[in-house]
């Protein structure tokens, strides 16, 4: 037993003198207050079977000396702060790693599984002994410590409270990482992982030296509905009409009639019941959805109304695609096909001027340049050169070449969208040279023929022979083409429009020469993000509708964007018992019972407050007086 | 009790309520209710004829007793003899004036808690003394306090009764209670007999029995008006006391707890009973005054139950 507090012979001072205190203090007779009576022997009849008691009244009194004197030492020993001698400078280290991943809001423990791993985690903190420590760390798809390494309770609690839960995976590695980190040089460390076990994977088994890894499970039950994909687009012919896309899964072992609803600008526009069997996932399209102009959100929920145990992959949200009209710049000698080809688009504003009149007043969206290659100017936006000069042409004209076509191509590429370019023949042409960063979308047996890139922050796509040389401009190939390449650069994307997912980093366009951007999550809060290269760069947390704020203090640009779960494998919210980490299970952290430190002087002032109820309550209810 | 309490001098016995209270109108108009009352109840009897003891002359026919040789032979009861053959001789109460001495205990618990019960006592002996007087019977008046006698002499006429209210009015409760001391000194002082009204809360260290035994040894017919106060048996104590009697300044520890009041309350109780019981068995008449009951039908309630005036 070592003293942390007082030294002992301070202790025995403080104790021997409060006890003298008390012994002189005893020894005085009590005065008590004199009281007038008519006539005494009445309670001397009263009191003559009392007397017979005095020595045990004596008793009493040598009994309340006596448990005065208790207290005192008590309290003496409390001051001196005993302690263990091997618990000294022996304690523990602990990592706290608190599972905040989207399966953590699942709310078959009440109220969440993430207040579950709360409870667990203060229970672990209220256990900490005098020379443990431990730091509390939020496990989402970035592990963010809540608190610092520390012995201080009450700020440990405080950490706990502070987990959020989010709408991503709960990367173990990474958080294994962070905990072997924190934990290197300590002795006695612990890596205690309080999760429902639907945690991503590491890749590689991080070390945690000789750091013991602990779980505490949490979460009964995996009944679990999701949306797991969730899109809308505009027809690419009609882009007045909208279609949506949503796929649904169910998690559980039973088969489940479900609703799924759809709400566009808050307001219901269509439902449905489907029947989804055990593990099924089901693709559901809604053609021509109308009453949708900004919002969508789709809700999905047991057809009798009750609720799955995770809300959060129970909707989703888009933004229907901007519609409006592209203005385009066609720098032409004449181009019969090119122009026919632009006149398939109602929403395309052309303006067709000869080389020689180049650069024409005003800003376009896209310039096509056919056969030529004057040095672009500004507000030209996108630029598309169809069989450009070697001067001024972006990319380096290689050898030229005959009778070639597209042997390969880049078949995901929104520039061949919707293409068939097998057999396309081509008389004469030039392989072409890209450059470090350039993407090759399609190439012949003798080289590149195609290629996109950028030149000074401009996009460019650059097409190597001229189409007029090929049966290109005969297939329904070639009008797709041109407006995709200028649906590429106007940003009216007409392909289905998925909403970013959460827990991935986000890289939003935002207009050239801003250089922070302001982002209005779901929640209302409002933060600040950093441009790089002319995107705004944020973590994904939440899901739901998000609003940017960019540009210039003139000219202010809000760009508004969706954002969904999106996570199957976070949607199987099936509780894990057991965590296997480098092929063991971690066992259980050894948790002290309730609000037990091993601080000794607690309990010596427990005992005295308990002592003093007894004796404040016999001695008022009478009972030894 | 607050701070200043404990500076102020220990005060046990109050004063005494002044005689403008004490025998005010509505006290006198009422002592005229109580003596048409006594007349209705001993309607029929002449005044000043009380039936002494004495066997003598009177025309009251009292008793037979054997004949012996020099006994006058007109007192022979002739019926007696024809119907058994004996001779008797018939024997006559003697006719006289009744002496009532009422005996007012003046000790300090008389006066205790607000002069309950010596105001009472006053009363009551005021209300009978009144009452005696209109019957023109010999009223005396005595007040007994640490074994002495203070006394107002013996008169006789309801004109008197207001000497009787200066006599009571004159009283304070003082001193120590010693029954046995002052009724022998009362027994020594008056050679007549006859009822001695004795009131008193009987708060007698030395025990209740002895002065009215007294009485009954000395020949007199003793008849007990038990003053009582209930609260007393009640106190509104509690936690660590000390209980100091208001006469002798006895003193005793004591922790007050429900169970200790209980425990007083039938102390108290025993302690009447004990009085009645003794009372009864001795066959004096005894009478429980209440301080909480009006004098008037405490004086009505020994009017109608006899023994005060035969």
Redesign the interface.
Known sequence: MTFAGLPLGTVLGVGLGAAAATVLLYLLKLRRRPVAVAFAPLWHRVLGDRDASRLFSKLRRWLSLALQLLLIALLALALGDPRPTNALGSGRNLVLLIDTSASIQATDEKPTRLDAAKDAARRLVRGLGGSDRALVVAMGAVPVPLSTMSDDTTDLLVAVDRARASDTRAELGRALELAADALRGLPNGEVVVLSDGVLAAPPTTPSLGSAKLRFVPVGKSGKNLAITAFSVRRYPLDKSRLEVMAELANLDSQRAEVELSLWGDGAIVDSERLVLEPGARLARFFPDVGGARHALEARLRYADGHADALPADDHAYALVPERRRAKVLVVTPGNTYLEAALLLDEYLDVTDVKPAQYPPPGAFDATIFDGVAPPPADKSGGLVYLNPPAAGSPVKLGKPIKGFGFDTWDKKSPILRFTALGDVQVATGHALEPSAGDKIVGASDAGPILVSGTRGGRAFIELGFDPRQSDLVLRPAWPLFVLNAIDSFSESDTSYLSAYRTGEVWRVPVPAGAREAELSSPGGATRSLPVEQGRAVTFGEHAGFYRLTSGTADARVVTEFAANLSDLDESRILPQKKLAVGGENAPPPVVNGGGVRREIWLWLIVAVLALSVVEWITYHRRVTV | ?GLLDWFRP???APAATPASELFDDEFQRKLEMLALVSRRVFSGRLRAERRSKKKGSGVEFADHRDYVPGDDIRSVDWNVYHRFGRLLVRLYEEEEDLSIYFLLDCSA?MG??GSQKFDQARRLVASLAYVGLANLDRVTVLAMTEGTLERLPTTRGKGRIFTVFRFLSSLLPGGTTDLAESLRAFAAQHKRRGLAVLVS?F?D?AGFEHGINVLRYEGFEPYVIHLV?RG?AK?A?D????????E?G??????V????LD??GK??A??LGDVERYCTQKRVPYLAADVSTPFDEIVLRALRHGGFLH
Do not use: I
């Open positions: 009790m220990r005060k046990l618990s205790f808690s809360d708060y260290p106060d007393e106190p104590l936690g660590d006391v000390l209980v100091v009697d208001c002798t006895d003193e005793r520890e004591v922790t707890t429900p169970g200790v425990k007083l102390a108290y025993e302690y």
